[in-house]
């Protein structure tokens, strides 16, 4: 029993002190004020190809840094990318971008986004290169653009076609006796976010809007790939159903230019940059060279600014922090942004699937605040869908690109019971005292009522009212047109386009040069983004507290942690939602 104690005391100790110094370690870090970069000559931007890109990434070194297994994986910022390629097409230093690798987790719009992006710089006149030895799909999509992009001749080619996966829970809630209460608005037949929860299958519904919102992305993802190649629609769609896999028979379609291992690419490389080896040629990445570009328009003084409000993520009430769209935060930006003099427009740039009806109410709240006296306009990314539209709706103008997901107008009440899960299988009985006979609800050892579900659905249908009002208020549309595209269904950008959910294709550059001119300050202006990043050593030491308590529970709870996620990520889905499917993968 001592030995046992001397263990415990010891590795309490021991990781105190391993905290203690990382704590110490990051503190110094956070300290040191980073020089000025300078470029030097002889320069290419490497853009990694193998990473995940968000809208705009924390201001944190130590992003998503686990101290316990010491693994580092950053997110990059989509801003970073863009203002780095914008900038360095006209630095006489850069000569030229590689792209390194070829597995992008990045949404279909991001690529878009980053492809464009890639396509201006090279009006330069400049070089883009790559190399990889595994090219997925969305890699494909950007090494397209590139002047030679070379494959490992052993490597892999991933071409086989756009999937939509959707993953459902009904089964797995059963085996641990939960049964979710689905309250879906009237008539929102595409209101597919609660399926997961009601069957173990796809709907008819949801099965004819994927296909159609999958027919106009792979299509949109076609078009671009042929526009950059000498191959057809046709032809492409051809090696997709042979699901194209060998880097030879890319480069000998003119998929890729060719095949070559990294020396080979160096030597490919030095050559370009009139150099003798590779050591000679300077590397940079995009958020390193984006640091001294102003991204937030803080250095200098200028009295025009465009406001870019950054929403990605769930749509929740509180807080939220960068990758959370939190009702209170998002709210209080865009409303800094219109009481601000030097504030001329404001963009609201959105990545999100929605979430919280009564949070996208309160943000929305804050756009029609805003648009009675500046321009206000929505930029919308990957997703923005369901709360996402909703907070977008009434902005001056909308933009997305073709192979955005939006729309989904329609709403949803979701409850869990868990009477069999306390009482059969943990032997857990609530008893309770109410005044009134609908006092009690919520509490999870009993179904609703009939009478309940009535109140509740009410309470739903008028929520989905207020939707389809808010959209026909700031699109200027019918009512009665808005359910009949509404209803759930999803569309594409460029389907949103055609119906008018949509006003414009283009991505964040073209709503931020939008709102300039509607301002009048298109001559003269400076880009500010909103809401303020957290500070680097507060935002690791917050997600170090709710990362080892969370571990440490895990850790205790073995096989069975499963359903502890499980029963977490649905009781953050309670309530009354807009909200998009809950697991909707597009690959």
Not at 214 to 229: E, K
Not at 428 to 455: C, F, Q, Y
Not at 480 to 505: E, H, T, W
């Amino acid at each position: 029993m001592k030995s046992f104690l001397k263990m415990l005391v010891a590795s309490i100790l021991g990781g105190g002190i391993l905290i203690f110094i990382i704590f110490i370690f990051f503190a110094s870090l956070a300290s040191i004020q980073s020089p000025e970069l300078e470029v030097l000559d002889n320069t290419v931007l490497r853009i990694d190809m193998n990473t995940r890109y968000v809208e705009r990434a924390q201001n944190n070194p130590f992003d998503s840094f686990d101290p316990f297994s010491g693994e580092l994986e950053s997110a990059v910022g989509l801003d970073h990318v863009i203002a780095a390629l914008k900038a360095a097409k006209d630095d006489p230093k850069i000569k030229g971008v590689f792209l390194d690798g070829g597995i992008p987790m990045a949404g279909s719009a991001t690529l878009k986004d980053i492809r464009e992006a890639i396509l201006d710089f090279k009006s330069s006149g400049k070089f883009v290169y790559g190399y990889t030895e595994v090219l997925t799909q969305k890699g494909l999509y950007l090494a397209s653009v590139a002047d030679s992009f070379m494959v490992n001749p052993e490597g892999i080619i991933e071409f086989s076609g756009m999937s939509a996966n959707v993953t459902y829970y009904r089964q797995a809630l059963d085996n641990i006796g939960v049964k979710p209460v689905v309250l879906r608005a009237t008539g929102n037949k595409f209101k597919s976010a609660v399926e997961p929860f009601l069957s173990d299958s796809m709907s008819t519904a949801n099965r004819l809007q994927l296909t159609e919102l999958l027919g106009s992305v792979w299509g949109q993802y076609l078009s671009d790939i042929s526009a950059s190649t000498d191959l057809s629609v046709e032809e492409l769609n051809a090696m997709a159903d042979n699901m194209l896999t060998d880097p030879k028979v890319a480069a000998e379609v003119g998929l890729i230019q060719g095949l070559a291992y990294q020396d080979q690419v160096d030597e490919m490389l030095s050559k370009a940059m009139a150099v003798d080896k590779i050591s000679a040629v300077n590397f940079i990445k995009p958020a390193k060279y984006a640091r001294n570009l102003d991204l937030n328009g803080n250095s200098g003084y200028n009295e025009n600014r465009v406001a870019v409000i950054v929403a990605q993520g769930e749509i929740q009430s509180g807080e939220g922090d960068e990758y959370t769209i939190g009702s209170e935060r998002i709210a209080r930006a865009i409303r800094k942004a219109r009481e601000s003099d030097k504030v001329k427009a404001i963009v609201l740039r959105v990545n999100s699937p929605g979430g919280s009806a009564l949070a996208s109410e309160i943000i929305w709240r804050e756009m029609d605040l805003a648009r009675q006296v500046k321009p206000v306009i929505a930029s919308m990314g990957d997703v923005a869908a369901s709360g996402g539209y909703y907070i977008a709706c009434y902005a001056d103008t909308i933009l997305a690109q073709e192979n955005t997901v939006t729309g989904s107008i329609g709403a949803f009440g979701l409850f869990f019971t868990a009477e069999e899960l306390l009482h059969d299988k943990l032997g857990i009985n609530i008893e309770t005292v109410a005044t009134n006979k609908h006092s009690d609800l919520g509490v999870m050892d009993r179904d609703l009522t009939p009478s309940e579900k009535r109140i509740l659905i009410a309470q739903v249908d008028q929520i989905y009212g207020t939707f389809k009002e808010r959209v026909a208020t700031g699109r200027g549309m019918d009512i009665s047109y808005v359910d009949s595209i509404g209803q759930g269904r999803v569309y594409s950008g460029q389907q949103a386009l055609n119906l008018g959910l949509v006003d414009m294709m283009g991505g964040l550059d073209e709503a931020i040069a939008l709102a300039a001119e509607k301002a009048g300050i298109s001559a003269d202006y400076g880009v500010i983004s909103y809401p303020e990043l957290e500070d680097p050593l507060q935002a690791f030491l917050k997600e170090l507290n709710q990362g080892f308590g969370s571990a440490q529970i895990k850790k205790e709870l073995g096989q069975y942690a499963y359903y502890l996620d499980l029963i977490q990520n649905a009781e953050k889905r309670q309530g009354f939602q807009t909200r998009l499917e809950f697991d909707l993968q597009i690959d």
